[in-house]
Nanobody, 116 residues
Framework: VQLVESGGGLVQPGGSLRLSCAAS????????MNWYRQAPGKERELVAT????????NYADSVKGRFTISRDNAKNTVYLQMNSLKPEDTAVYYC??????????WGQGTQVTVPS
């Protein structure tokens, strides 16, 4: 099983990034997919989640209206479009796959830095 994030980097405030997470080794279309982030010295927080078929999406209040989660089950990939980035969005972003009865899976993370 692998979850491989990409697309992180350094972006100026107000800019945009699109994170991708490519999944393999499990039935991607059966899992809800999530994006978490962890800033230095802070706990990991849930940023966005999307249901297995993509019909339901939820966001943390801090990113509502700025971030969009989407998925392509044909490509086994989940995305996080991040617009209007702020310094407080600086964190390592992780994707995870969650299922009600099966084990969850995590990626290794990708760094997003928005300088103040």
């Amino acid at each position: 099983v692998q979850l491989v994030e990409s697309g992180g980097g350094l972006v100026q405030p107000g800019g945009s990034l699109r994170l991708s997470c490519a999944a393999s080794g499990f039935t991607f279309s059966s899992y809800a997919m999530n994006w978490y982030r962890q800033a230095p010295g802070k706990e990991r927080e849930l940023v966005a989640t999307i249901s297995s078929a993509g019909g339901s999406r939820n966001y943390a209040d801090s990113v509502k209206g700025r971030f969009t989660i989407s998925r392509d089950n044909a490509k086994n990939t989940v995305y996080l479009q991040m617009n209007s980035l702020k310094p407080e969005d600086t964190a390592v972003y992780y994707c995870s796959a969650s299922h009600s009865v099966r084990r969850n899976y995590w990626g290794q993370g990708t760094q997003v830095t928005v300088p103040s």
